[in-house]
């Protein structure tokens, strides 16, 4: 079955440690995106990348770093430089940048900072 | 500024009892509208994209309808498992998609 594959699901970070959070998609898209979900808010675009070996910065970049090695993966680290990373990350991707409307989400990762 | 607004934040019905979900835009150029819908705990499943004012889409129990300020979900005699989270994205000019709070749907036996 075709999807996006999100892991872990869960993950615990102590202070000033990074993380990254692994996304696969086998759907084919071109494009992949990186959201965050916190409570009584909408998602906001972190990072998000239309074609293999570029990226953009969405509205809430500064603390994430991602990586476009392969068109199947979109890896997203949370650095200790993120002052609040405790949330719910969702990756998505679409057939093309075009259809940013129409997104396959993964099940998510929940982040919690000790 | 663009902005997605939705209401009310929490609904709670009884099986069998249609009512409308609401979410209000403003944004410049506006270049589709999305319907989502979210479980506890997983990743948001698409529902509808509408293009266009006086727009409607369906499935099963839901429609959703679209105006130049606002589109509806409604929900026509709702079962148990349409409980969920109902997620509005609005995707401007610039492609740039903005989603809204969202809202708990609660639907009881």
């Known amino acids: 079955d075709g999807g996006i594959t999100q892991s872990p699901k869960y993950l615990f970070r102590k202070e000033g440690q990074n993380v990254t959070l692994s996304c696969e998609q086998n759907?084919?898209?071109?494009?992949m995106y990186w959201y965050r979900q916190d409570p009584g808010q909408g998602l906001r675009l972190i990072y998000y990348?239309?074609?293999?070996?570029?990226?953009q910065k969405g509205d809430i970049a500064e603390g994430y770093s991602v990586s476009r090695e392969k068109k199947e993966s979109f890896p997203l680290t949370v650095t200790s430089a993120q002052k609040n990373p405790t949330a719910f990350y969702l990756c998505?991707?679409?057939?093309?940048?075009?259809?940013?409307?129409?997104?396959?989400f993964g099940e998510g990762s929940r982040l919690t900072v000790l | 500024e663009d902005q997605v607004t939705q209401s009310p934040e929490a609904l709670r019905l009884q099986e069998g009892e249609s009512s409308s979900l609401n979410c209000s835009y403003t944004?410049?150029?506006?270049?589709?509208l999305f319907w989502y819908r979210q479980d506890p705990g997983k990743g948001p499943e698409f529902l509808f994209t509408?293009?266009?004012a006086g727009e409607e889409k369906e499935k099963e129990r839901l429609k959703a309808t679209l105006t130049k300020k606002e589109s509806f979900l409604h929900i026509t005699a709702p079962k148990p498992e349409d409980s969920a989270t109902y997620l509005c994205?609005?995707?401007?000019?610039?492609?740039?998609?903005?989603f809204g709070a969202g809202t708990r749907l609660a639907v009881h036996p």
């Open positions: 998505a991707s679409s057939i093309a940048a075009a259809n940013t409307g129409e997104l396959f």
């Open positions: 759907l084919n898209h071109d494009a």
């Open positions: 990348s239309q074609i293999v070996n570029d990226f």
């Open positions: 509408l293009y266009s």
């Open positions: 994205a609005v995707q401007a000019t610039g492609n740039k998609l903005i």
């Open positions: 944004v410049s150029g506006l270049r589709g």
